[in-house]
């Protein structure tokens, strides 16, 4: 697998838009005028639950919108660039953080591109979790997320057996960087498959 990619083709996932919204925990629904809209109403958090404390930093820090840079690097080393957003958002009562990896249409008749994911912070190990479902083709990947230095580091199993070490790199207020690798040898070596860097979008600030 190609890291995101892999699954960027044609991904339609579920819950795309929890990550634009904004509620108060447990929101009530009577006399919603839309009903089609209240999953993703009830799905959306105002903030991290409690219970989470200091851990919600790790990831808290990305909520918002942010422009992305997408650079995908061929075998060849050529690198194709595509631009799009991704959005961070607190969900299911403040117990897990989603995001939505978006791109935009290249041309007219193409449909935008998503992924998405959850975080968690897993009980049992105390480390946050990340699920990454991708129900076009039947994968679900789970990842573990550890902060070294200052980057956050998520490592994973691909579903054909390739380890994968995703990494939020270069971490500053407004701005990041994340790389996707791939390796086919146990870890021996790694080879970079995406780059992206992104943008905080200000608040009321367009694409």
Known sequence: MRTVRTFYRGLAVITITA????????????GTASPAGDMVKVLAASGP?????????LFGRFVGTW???YSFIAEDGSIRHRRGEVLFGWVLDGHALQDIFLGYPESGSEERRMVTGLRWVDPKSGRWTLAFVAPTFDAVIR???????????LRGMDTKGALLRWSFNDIQKNSFV???ETSHDGGKTWRLEEEHHMKRRPPGGAA
């Open 19 to 30: 990550a634009l919204g904004a509620c108060t925990h447990g929101p009530t629904l009577q």
């Open 49 to 57: 639950h409690p219970s989470l404390g200091p851990q919600a930093d």
């Open 67 to 69: 422009d992305a840079d």
């Open 143 to 153: 990842m573990e997320a550890v902060a070294e230095g200052d980057r956050i580091v």
């Open 178 to 180: 994340w790389r996707g």
